[in-house]
């Protein structure tokens, strides 16, 4: 198998691993039983990813790790945003 064909099936499987996970939040708004700290770090390890395929001209990496920075953004500030929210509301008795 050509490795280039395998780089993209590799990005592909990867990144549409996180559709199904941003569609049920997005729809539920449900986002406590997601890790701020995992997301966060998650989204800035891809980040670092992006760079480098953008450095290395890696086609595979940047194709995968851009679309994959976009979904875990997105699931990243809605937690951000459920913190905040939660936060800011009075307790409950």
């Known amino acids: 198998m050509d490795m280039t064909v395998l780089g993209y099936l590799a990005a592909f499987l990867t990144t549409s ?6 569609l049920h939040t997005l729809k539920t708004g ?4 997601i890790s701020l700290a995992m997301y966060s770090c998650f989204v800035l390890g891809v ?3 992006l760079i480098y395929g953008i450095a290395m001209k890696d086609w595979p990496i ?3 790790n851009a679309i994959t920075l ?7 500030m809605l937690k951000v945003r ?12």
Do not use: E, H
């Open 17 to 22: 691993s996180f559709v199904p996970q941003v």
């Open 82 to 93: 459920d913190v905040i929210r939660t936060r800011k509301s009075p307790l409950s008795i």
């Open 62 to 64: 940047i194709l995968a």
């Open 70 to 76: 976009m979904l875990a953004s997105i699931i990243l």
């Open 30 to 33: 449900d986002t406590r039983s």
């Open 47 to 49: 980040f670092l990813w």
